[in-house]
């Protein structure tokens, strides 16, 4: 019988974190235990947390300050004790019967993925990705390319062994510190799985870390890219075209997305640095024009036409 670790990183979400832990509390599978790592919240935030350890004796609190949500996820895995590990923001909440049904799934896999939906105030979007059975890293990160969610740690189980082999860490001190890591995961890993089921409840609202409007956030999560891909770039062989044309269109689509001095500052940078355009596949006219224009200029060619390849 499967034994699930769910990391809860929880920092100032008050408003949202009695439906996140009631969510796991309310799941039709039992084997579980909830790791509950609480920041020094500026809201009632941690009382809540007190709340369900008090209740459930699977629920259990650490209280750090100052962490941050990559060093709050390694704080998790080092208290996990389960035999897969999955991650739940504070402000996110799972539906009723995803460790049930991933309990049911062959056993024998490194990750599963499952499905995500988009939770706004007054509609849901459903994200229904069609799934795969088990094959290697490189084949699953070919697939999983093509969902709307590639990278977030909180669209798959892992196994805990094979997390602590591979001595797996999230950058500390970054943000979207899943971009550094989540991708190196997948494409390492012998065995890996997804399900069509819709297990994970995505709620987009616009106060929260990575939907901030202020500016310099912004700059910083650019940085933090750069610092992460070039983690990348030293761990993958070049010659894996699809893992790198994925990490360059992510760098590209960000870059466009900053104000025109920064824009031109930051993708000088992308240029020397990582060769931003060579993964760009051109192996049919479509693409070969798109790759043409986006040389000329990403930032042109995201205002005049639109969306990349």
């Known amino acids: 019988m499967c034994y699930f670790s769910i990391i809860v990183p929880i920092y100032n979400v008050e408003k949202y974190l009695n439906r996140c832990l009631e969510s796991i509390a309310l799941q039709c599978y039992d084997n579980y235990e909830v790791i509950m790592i609480s920041d020094k919240s500026d809201d009632n935030s941690d009382s809540i947390v007190k709340k369900y350890e008090k209740k459930y004796k699977n629920f259990k609190r650490y209280y750090f300050e100052n962490t941050g949500l990559a060093k709050a996820k390694n704080i998790g895995i080092k208290y996990a004790k389960g035999d897969y590990v999955l991650f739940l923001d504070g402000d996110d909440f799972l539906e009723p019967n995803l460790l049930e049904t991933l309990s049911k799934q062959n056993t024998n896999f490194d990750i599963i993925r499952f499905q995500v939906q988009e939770v706004y105030e007054n509609k849901v979007i459903k994200y229904n990705e069609n799934g795969f059975d088990k094959t290697n890293g490189k084949k699953a990160f070919k697939k999983i390319i093509n969902y709307h969610f590639v990278e977030p740690s909180w669209a798959y189980c892992y196994r805990r062994d094979y997390w602590n082999k591979n001595k797996f860490s999230f950058m500390e001190n970054c943000i979207a510190e899943d ?93 020397n640095k990582f060769d931003i355009y060579k993964y760009i596949p051109n192996d049919n006219l479509k693409r070969k024009i798109k790759k043409q224009l986006l040389i000329i200029s990403p930032y042109i060619y995201k205002k005049t036409i639109g969306r990349f390849l």
């Open 179 to 271: 971009f550094g890591l989540t991708p190196f995961i997948i494409y390492k890993a012998k065995n890996v799985k997804s399900i069509n089921y819709i297990g994970y409840n995505y709620v987009i609202r616009n106060n929260s870390l990575m939907k901030e409007n202020k500016y310099n956030q912004k700059i910083k999560k650019m940085n933090d890219m750069i610092l992460q891909a070039n983690f990348l770039y030293n761990k993958i062989n070049r010659n894996e075209n699809s893992f790198y044309e994925f990490i360059n269109n992510s760098l590209i689509t960000y870059v466009i997305t900053l104000k025109y001095k920064d824009y031109r500052k930051y993708l000088k940078i992308l240029k």
